[in-house]
């Protein structure tokens, strides 16, 4: 089954054609960051307008690299949300009047669980069950996944996201957007020599709270004026220790909770490269396994959604259930609502 996915939830327009025989055969990824640097963020009006732009030409550009064209496909999967409203709807009114056209089922997909999916993508994927770590812009949290639609959530942020503390944490120390990239970056020549909290490292839950971090990033910054470039890469590297080292002991704890000996990581910042290396380290001292999708897979991406649709299109071909081609979209969505297809 070919299956054509459409990402628009929010500032990338990603397009992929996923063949559940052969696997990925395509994916293009239109970034908007350079249009919405200037603003400081993301522009939802602005962004629902290149959604607008960019679907089609991708569409084509997948289309021509896996040497397919529109009648060799047999499903559509979009993202239904989570995410910005008018992205989203760019992407399912394209996604629906292109299924009704062609005449083959369709699929709204949850933003999230495209995230989840994603390390299935790559060789040797991890099997089910597994503990889940997501970290994105708008999510922290840790899951028990035991099969598709099968998620359980063990612990979640109380106030920002990792991603977002990660964007915040720039905007302070005079980064430009996206702020998570060139944190990390910066990090990577300082020094840890300033000294953060490691919120709710003790708490006994699997919760996170990152908000308070950023509030002692704050302070530090107002006790360092003017700041050096050398302090500001201090605190960014002392930054990063801090919540990656909460990330990884979370997620040894969950796979001790669980009595699981596989996670996985994904959302945008499962590309932090120190991260991966405090999770590599941990799980091998104890003989646990680790899964991440590629690093162009952390991030937003057409080819999750192509194969998180995949797998529930596949599942409802048997059930024979028809698509209504009704243009709905979720701007708000609880992972927990979806089940097993
Ligand atoms: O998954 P994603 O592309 O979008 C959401 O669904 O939110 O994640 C974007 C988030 C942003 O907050 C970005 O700053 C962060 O992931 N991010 C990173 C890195 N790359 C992206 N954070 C830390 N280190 C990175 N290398
Ligand atoms: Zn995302």
């Not at 992929?16 to 963020?41: R, W």
């Not at 106030?159 to 905007?171: I, L, M, P, V």
């Amino acid at each position: 089954m070919l299956v054509l996915g459409f990402e628009s939830s929010c500032d990338e327009t990603g397009v992929a054609l996923y063949d559940t025989q052969h696997g990925l055969l395509a994916h293009a990824l239109h970034s908007q960051v350079d249009m919405h640097a200037e603003y400081g963020g993301v522009v939802p009006e602005l962004a629902s307008r290149d959604h607008i732009r960019r679907a089609l030409p991708l569409t084509q550009h997948v289309l021509t690299q896996a040497n397919k064209t529109l009648a060799n496909i047999d499903g559509i999967a979009y993202t239904q949300g989570p995410g910005l409203a008018g992205a989203l709807l760019v992407g399912s009114s394209i996604a629906q009047s292109l299924a009704f056209t062609l005449q083959v089922p369709s699929i709204g997909v949850h933003h999230l669980e495209g995230h989840l999916l994603a390390p299935l993508l790559e060789d040797n994927p991890p099997v089910f069950p597994f503990v889940a770590l997501l970290v994105s812009g708008g999510h922290s949290q840790l899951m028990r996944v035991d099969g598709i639609g099968q998620y359980q959530l063990l612990g979640d942020t109380l106030d920002d996201a990792a991603g977002e503390a990660f964007d915040k944490t720039a905007k302070l120390l005079g980064l430009g957007y996206p702020g998570g990239p060139a944190l990390a970056k910066l990090a990577a020549q300082g020094k840890a020599r300033f000294k953060l909290p490691r919120p709710m490292l003790n708490s006994g839950d699997l919760n996170f709270s990152f908000s308070g971090l950023k509030t002692a990033v704050l302070t530090l910054v107002n006790q360092h004026q003017p700041l050096t470039a050398e302090m500001q890469a201090d605190i960014a590297c002392e930054f990063q220790e801090s919540v990656t080292e909460i990330l990884t002991t979370k997620c040894m704890a969950a796979l001790r909770d669980t009595g699981l000996d596989n996670l996985i990581v994904s959302g945008g910042v499962g590309a932090n490269l120190r991260l991966r290396e405090r999770l590599n380290a941990a799980t091998k001292r104890k003989l646990c396994k680790v899964s991440y999708p590629r690093l162009e897979f952390c991030t937003d991406n057409g080819a999750m959604i192509a194969f998180a649709g995949a797998m529930r299109l596949k599942a409802l071909q048997d059930t024979h259930e028809a698509s209504d081609y009704g243009i709905q979209i979720k701007a708000r969505w609880d992972l927990a609502e979806l089940n097993a297809p």
